[in-house]
C-alpha cells in the first residue's frame, strides 16, 4: 500500500495498543515510525531497475525478521521515553505496527515475501488497489482524532478507525470473488484454470475490477463494475510475445520477471531492443512495470541492467472513464 496507508495504520496499531498508558503522540510517532521502517528498502538501488522491483517487499517485509526487529526497537522506545514498566507493553505494539505493514501490502498484488528466510514466494491477495482512499481515510481521522481530542476520546477514534478499515479490507475479499464470478462467467475461452486469470481492483475503488487472462500465446483484458447487472464482459485480446520469450527463456531477468509475476507478463520488440511487462498492474497499453533489456546481443553478453520504461495513462481520459464505468456505466476508454 501507499506511504500515508502504512504510517497512519502503524499510528493507529500503536494508539490502540498502548491506550492510556502514554501519551497519544508518543503511540503516534512511534507508531508511524514502525509502519513506515519496512518500505526503507525502496531506498536501496540494486543497480537493476527489475531487481529494485523484485526485492521491494522482500526481506525487510519478513514476517520473522520484523518479529526480532520489534525487540530491540521496544526497549530504545521505552529508554527514550523513560517506561521501562511499559517495555513489555511497547514491545507489542510495535511488533504489531511493523508485522501489520507486509500483511497489508498483501492484500495488494504487487507481490510480498512475507516468508523470507524460509521462502521467497511473492504473496499477493489483490483484492487491494496500491491506494484506496476509502481504506485510508477512517485511520487518517482516527491518528488526528487521537492527537486532537481528549485521550479516551481520541482512543475511541482511533480504535473505530483500525475497525471501519478491516472491515473494508474484508469486503475488498467478498468483492473480488463476486468480480471473479462475473469474468468467470462471460470467460473469453473455456476451460480457463484458476492460474491463468488475475482478477484486482482498478484505481481507487472495489467496485470496478479488472481482469487478466493469459494464455501460451494471448493475454486478454476485461472490465466489470459489481454494478453491471448481467452484461457480458467486454474482452480485448492481444499477443504474449511467445516466440520472444521461447529465445530469451533462461535469462536471468526474464526469468525473474515470470516468477514473480505468477507468469502474468508479456514481452515485445521494438527498435531491436527487447521489452518485458508485467500485466498485473496498469492497463492496456500503461504498465506501470515495463522494461528495455536491451539488444538481443547485449542480453547474450549479459552486461546490460534492464532499465524501468514507464507507462503513463492519459488521466485526463482515464479518471472520467474510471468514474462513470465504476458504476455501471457501458463506456469504452
Not at 525478521?65 to 505494539?93: C, F, K, M, N, Q
Not at 524501468?308 to 463506456?331: E, S, T
Request: glycine residues 8%; charged residues 15%; contains cysteine.
Amino acid at each position: 500500500m501507499d506511504s500515508v496507508s502504512q504510517l497512519v495504520l502503524g499510528a493507529s496499531v500503536v494508539v490502540a495498543t498502548m491506550g492510556r498508558r502514554t501519551a497519544a503522540w508518543k503511540a503516534v510517532l512511534w507508531g508511524g515510525v514502525a509502519g513506515t521502517l519496512p518500505d526503507l528498502d525502496a531506498l536501496y538501488d540494486h543497480g537493476d531497475a527489475i531487481l529494485n522491483m523484485v526485492l521491494h517487499r522482500a526481506a525487510s517485509h519478513s514476517l520473522l525478521y520484523l518479529t526480532l526487529l520489534s525487540l530491540p526497537l521496544a526497549w530504545l522506545v521505552a529508554r527514550i521515553h523513560g517506561e521501562p514498566d511499559l517495555r513489555a507493553r511497547w514491545w507489542l505494539a510495535l511488533w504489531l505496527a511493523l508485522v501489520t505493514h507486509p500483511l497489508l501490502d498483501w492484500m495488494t498484488v504487487y507481490g510480498t515475501q512475507l516468508l523470507i528466510p524460509f521462502t521467497a514466494f511473492p504473496y499477493g491477495v489483490g483484492s487491494m488497489f496500491i491506494i484506496d482512499p476509502l481504506y485510508t481515510l477512517p485511520l487518517l481521522v482516527g491518528v488526528v482524532a487521537a492527537l486532537c481530542l481528549r485521550h479516551h476520546r481520541g482512543l475511541g477514534w482511533a480504535r473505530w478507525g483500525l475497525v471501519l478499515s478491516t472491515v473494508y479490507l474484508g469486503w475488498s475479499v467478498v468483492a473480488q470473488q463476486q468480480a471473479t464470478g462475473k469474468f468467470m462467467a462471460s470467460a473469453p475461452e473455456p476451460g480457463l484454470a484458476s492460474a491463468q486469470v488475475l482478477v484486482t481492483p482498478a484505481p481507487f475503488n472495489t467496485l470496478l475490477w479488472r481482469a487478466v487472462v493469459v494464455t501460451p500465446t494471448h493475454y486478454y483484458e476485461g472490465y466489470a463494475s459489481l454494478l453491471d447487472g448481467t452484461r457480458p464482459v467486454r474482452w480485448t485480446r492481444h499477443v504474449r510475445g511467445a516466440d520472444l520469450y521461447a529465445q530469451h527463456r533462461g535469462y536471468p531477468l526474464v526469468d525473474r520477471i515470470a516468477r514473480f509475476s505468477h507468469g502474468f507478463f508479456k514481452m515485445s520488440e521494438a527498435d531491436g531492443q527487447v521489452f518485458i511487462t508485467d500485466l498485473r498492474m496498469g492497463s492496456e497499453p500503461a504498465y506501470s512495470f515495463h522494461f528495455n533489456l536491451g539488444t538481443p546481443a547485449q542480453m547474450a553478453a549479459g552486461n546490460q541492467p534492464a532499465t524501468q520504461q514507464w507507462q503513463r495513462p492519459d488521466l485526463a481520459k482515464a479518471l472520467p472513464w474510471l468514474w462513470k464505468r465504476m458504476w455501471g456505466n457501458d463506456v469504452v476508454l
